[in-house]
């Protein structure tokens, strides 16, 4: 059974960072390409970041571009998204997902999300 575990989340400053984890299990974590994905109050699901399954190619949306950034530990069967010079705007659920085929478009497993709120 596919399994997603986020965790790190929480209340910031705006300006201020936070890295999110993402603990996978019951698949071969190394060959899948992942995501993270976020669901801000009121609003739809944005796609906030990607990586391939080796690590080597990541993208992002211009929303979070050069604050956001995703890397994956293999090893650990581990992805994390480490988020700098948090806004207001980022507050969400944030969710990790399982790509079911090559790239970021047919994500298939979620995990249950963790709550980031920004404010002062």
């Known amino acids: 059974e596919v399994q997603l575990v986020e965790s790190g989340g929480g209340l910031v400053q705006p300006g201020g960072s936070l890295r999110l984890s993402c603990a996978a299990s019951?698949?071969?974590?190394?060959?899948?390409?992942m995501s993270w994905v976020r669901q801000a109050p009121g609003k739809g699901l944005e796609w906030v970041s990607g990586?391939?399954?080796?690590?080597?190619?990541?993208s992002l949306p211009d929303s979070v571009r050069g604050r956001f950034a995703i890397s994956r530990d293999n090893a650990e069967n581990t992805l994390y998204l480490q988020m700098d010079s948090l806004k207001p705007e980022d507050t969400a659920v944030y969710y990790c997902?399982?790509?079911?085929?090559?790239?970021?478009?047919?994500?298939?497993?979620w995990g249950q999300g963790t709550q980031v709120t920004v404010s002062s």
């Open positions: 997902a399982k790509s079911d085929c090559s790239g970021y478009g047919c994500l298939g497993s």
């Open positions: 990586i391939n399954s080796g690590g080597g190619s990541t």
């Open positions: 019951g698949f071969s974590f190394s060959n899948y390409d």
